[in-house]
């Protein structure tokens, strides 16, 4: 069974930012990956299908599909986690959400909807529809 994982996008302030800095790591590393300390212990079901849903000023804006979690030790011989991430950032509906430390699981029966593909013209800029999003407007 698929399962996914929601997380706070802490220093982002919109999704282009998450973009570009995600660009950056990817043209360093030619990877996508967040690091954190904890593994998940469902790491199977997050690499079977989940996605990494960011919360960004309030709300849940866009996922990334994992790709990998991989476990290695640190050069201070600390256990650490890779999330890894396909590049593709996909836009779903803004859900506001509070904000929480860490990262929890998300069931996708609770996961946000893919927001259909734009098309020239109807799209809101992010930062008005996160706007919205906080406001239960959208």
Request: with cysteine; net charge positive.
């Amino acid at each position: 069974m698929t399962v996914h994982l929601i997380k706070l996008c802490v220093g982002v302030s919109d999704v282009q930012e998450l973009a570009d800095w995600q660009e950056r790591r990817l043209r360093q590393t030619k990877r996508v990956y967040h690091v954190t300390r904890m593994v998940p212990k469902r790491a199977g079901e997050l690499s079977d299908g989940g996605s990494i849903y960011w919360v960004i000023r309030g709300a849940v804006l866009v996922r990334q599909r994992i790709l990998a979690v991989e476990r290695y030790t640190d050069e201070e011989g600390i256990g650490r986690c890779k999330l890894v991430f396909d590049p593709e950032l996909v836009p779903v509906r803004p859900v506001p959400r509070r904000a929480f430390q860490g990262w929890r699981y998300l069931k996708p029966a609770d996961a946000p909807l893919d927001l259909p593909p734009r098309t020239e013209g109807d799209e809101l800029p992010p930062k008005l529809r996160a706007e919205l999003a906080a406001l239960g407007l959208l």
